[in-house]
DNA sequence: TATGAATGAGAATTCATTCAT
DNA sequence: GATGAATGAATTCTCATTCAT
């Protein structure tokens, strides 16, 4: 399907394939130009469709890659060793930290996709980034020690009320995700510091 | 600067307005096609851009007439006597029902905008639809009896955790906001239903 | 469908019929560019895709529009009065002499059309042509006269001989039809008279 | 000028001729790709450029190529010690059925490159192809024996009508040659039954 | 010889916008 | 005010041809 472009050299591989994210991202599948592609790779017009049958396969091509990127690099990272919410939720965190730093343009890519998804390649992407999402929500936030629950507290609601509470919080800080991600260590590290208040209130909630 | 266009006869303005919102609302505002709109408005091209300079012109007038509608059917009705938190929420539910029932369009509208933001129109919108809601959360969520609640509590925090729980209650309900407001009225009742368990919960944690 | 189109002043609808059957006639369907169709018709791009939906949509116009020239130009002139063959044929010889002096790029449409058909237009246009001919081939060979054929002869088939011969005549003479209809008055007059010579032939040998 | 190519081993030239003659006879000279040939063939792109300078110069040698074959294996092989005409004829009817069954791409060939005639390269080929047929029918037609004709018969003409009646026969009942070529054994005997029906009627016309 | 990646002009089609009526 | 014909730049995609390897 791909093997063309597959078994290019990687340094090519990857211009092409961040010209083509970073278009996604910024106008969605359907306003995203492949012309505006190969300007940006460098490219020529034909080589794209050397490579990619039409834009559609080409849009397939990278919306798994992203999907496969995400998973490698970050829900197999996560330690779900640590059985204490509020640690693995720190540590998710700064994974979602680095994961953003080291590739800014995918969470971009995903947030267009969700949002502007365009009928023509709905029925293709099907839902296989929504799964992944709630798949891996269920495995981010199950598994956690409760033995230091207050008694009668219905433990599944209240993961919720952390959960949703901490999400709340970093939307309110960042806006939105992606300029949250944009900022610098230091504005990270108030974040981070913030949310270790929030923390300590919803602790007091919930824990004996 | 839309003289001509206000100067029209109510009935054919609301004609050509809803059209536009609907085609925007479905669209976005690139993919939205002024063909479309006048054809769902029964008026010629040329009229359309007799009335508006060009399509973002057009975009920018439907805008701030959303937010506008918004303010004086949402915002304005909200009973500030009201000083339990919960009931306020319960309130602002109904209201938020009562309006989108009332106007199902203009709510896509947002999302769509929002979210399919195209970077032509990003600039001129800024952040007035965000500033709107940001003043309008404080608004709506201050001014609570806080006589009940637990001391030792940062009441301003609490308060947010208690509506960002309900915000991620009710989108985890309804998946988006709009799948939730079309649903009917026992559905809704369910939905209230589960709202009001999560708030015996949240009061455990806050009141005295 | 074509209601556009077809409410253009007449002047400048031939303009962009005759730049399109130009166009078909040269290169076929496929071939065809509705580039260089607007260049020759003097309009632009968008014009031609205001009228027509598509290319093929253009091509079916212009093909049901020479179908129907051909019958009321054509067919519907022969006398069926003439009950002699050979008169008859000559009739049909100098019709189709002044039809194709009237419109040059028809003929050569069909034959392009017949010939070089795409395979994606094959199924629109079926054999409507085909059709035409063929019933109208029916038409202009029967009810002859045959009260002065020398007995034991097979009518059918000595029309049929009559019919092919003068046929293959008329193509040895004008290599093809095209360029037969495209010589002058006094070329036409000398084929007409070969043609007179071979009848007189056929005559002596089907004619008591 | 087709030195590199000729000088090729035999094989796999053939090979590269007929994927030449079979994308050729399928579309025609313009619509033919490059890219189905080489694949076809089993060759790179830059080889069959390494070959021929260009499209163009590619056809124009499978033209003369087939050209060539025509000429070795059909006209050849008449045998012009027949005088009769008659006979003459069904001879060539039974070469020709042996010639198409033995090269079916090579008829196709000619006929998609006579009706589909490109501009581009009507001026190279001229008219060899036609020229060829026409010096080939004089000498098909040539050198009859005339003495058992009716007295005061124009042999020549009364040839014509011969020749034009009988391939005005077999254009009816195969439709296009091309189908009849493709007919089976038996199918291409109840032809002949045809033909022999036709000419019988001829010669009561022309015979003593 | 042999490869196939790379090119870029040209194809059909869309659409916001203008303008004569 | 009101129309819709007319424009042309921009879109996705194709394909003969070249060239470094």
Known sequence: MFSKFLSLEPKKRDIIINAAIKEFA???YKDASTNEI??????????LFHYFKN????????YDYALELLNNEFYAKVSFDEKDIFQRYRQILLLEYELFKKYPQMYSFFVATVSKDSSEVNDEIGNRYQELVESGSKLLFEGF????????IDVKKSINI???S???LINKLGYH?????????SQFD???AEVDVYMELLKKCFYK
Chains 1, 2, 3, 4 share one sequence.
């Open 26 to 28: 910024q106008k969605g």
């Open 38 to 47: 190969v300007k940006e790779a460098g490219i020529s017009k034909g080589l």
């Open 55 to 62: 834009k559609k396969s080409l849009f397939l091509f990278i």
């Open 145 to 152: 020690d409760v033995s230091n629950y207050k008694d009668g």
């Open 162 to 164: 952390i959960i949703w």
């Open 166 to 168: 901490l999400e709340g």
């Open 177 to 185: 995700r992606t300029t949250l991600f944009s900022t610098n260590q």
């Open 190 to 192: 108030e974040i981070l």
